[in-house]
């Protein structure tokens, strides 16, 4: 079974809309993290926001925000007034306990276009 | 500027070759990973470091062989390679291993088998 389900392939969203990346997440642990990334054409992933398993609050950076629903294992990714340079791969990854260390797992990804 | 350094960004290489990969990370991270990334493919973890010493290697076939010779530095060694190992293969290192910790990856090197 999938431990991450990104189920948008791609995704267009119109300039300065918001728009909702899905992410569902697979684990028994109760200690485990959850990250988005974001990996533009030139192919570098870059972290955007992260999410603890213990958190309350959803985690903000900026026009990123993480709307964590824990009880329906949930991690969706909102970006606020998207901008042309949004355009991308969006990745949901998750961390949980494996053998002594937290072992990272990836989603398949989105692929997000942003329309002038 | 990433702090992770991946060279080189392209290798176009032949089945019979023998090359390796390097990326150096400059964040005074203790966990070093190496990532193949296919066309229409998840991320596939391959292996991971931890303070020079191997945590994790995911049943990839011995004609990769990593190599971590201080926590700064990790190679990936190539030879007989087949042609779906052609990919991009990334670099990341974190803090530590912990679960509240991301990573930071390289631009990753494109790699063909001819």
């Known amino acids: 079974a999938q431990k991450i389900t990104q189920t948008q392939p791609g995704m267009f969203v119109q300039e300065k809309e918001a728009v909702t990346l899905d992410c569902t997440y697979d684990?028994?642990?109760?200690?485990?993290?959850l990250f988005w990334y974001k990996q533009p054409s030139s192919g570098e992933m870059i972290f955007l926001i992260y999410q603890g398993s213990y958190d309350e609050q959803n985690a903000t950076e900026g026009r990123y925000s993480l709307n964590f629903q824990k009880a329906r294992k949930s991690a969706n990714l909102v970006i606020s007034a998207s901008q042309l340079g949004d355009s991308a791969m969006y990745f949901c990854?998750?961390?949980?306990?494996?053998?002594?260390?937290?072992?990272?797992?990836f989603g398949r990804g989105t692929s997000l276009i942003v329309h002038p | 500027e990433t702090g992770v350094t991946q060279t080189p960004r392209h290798l176009v290489m032949g089945m019979t070759n023998k090359k390796s990969l390097k990326c150096e990370q400059h964040l005074g991270h203790n966990a070093m990973y190496w990532y193949k990334q296919s066309a229409k493919k998840p991320l596939e973890l391959m292996f991971v470091?931890?303070?020079?010493?191997?945590?994790e290697n995911n049943s990839v076939p011995s004609r990769f062989s990593p190599e971590c010779p201080n926590s700064s530095h990790l190679f990936l060694h190539l030879h007989t390679l087949q042609p779906e190992d052609s990919a991009l293969y990334l670099c990341?290192?974190?803090?530590?291993?912990?679960?509240?910790?991301?990573?930071?990856f390289g631009d990753g090197t494109r790699l063909s088998i001819l």
């Open positions: 470091y931890s303070l020079e010493e191997r945590v």
């Open positions: 684990t028994s642990d109760q200690s485990y993290g």
């Open positions: 990341a290192s974190s803090e530590d291993r912990g679960p509240n910790q991301p990573q930071h």
């Open positions: 990854a998750m961390r949980e306990a494996s053998g002594g260390s937290y072992i990272p797992t």
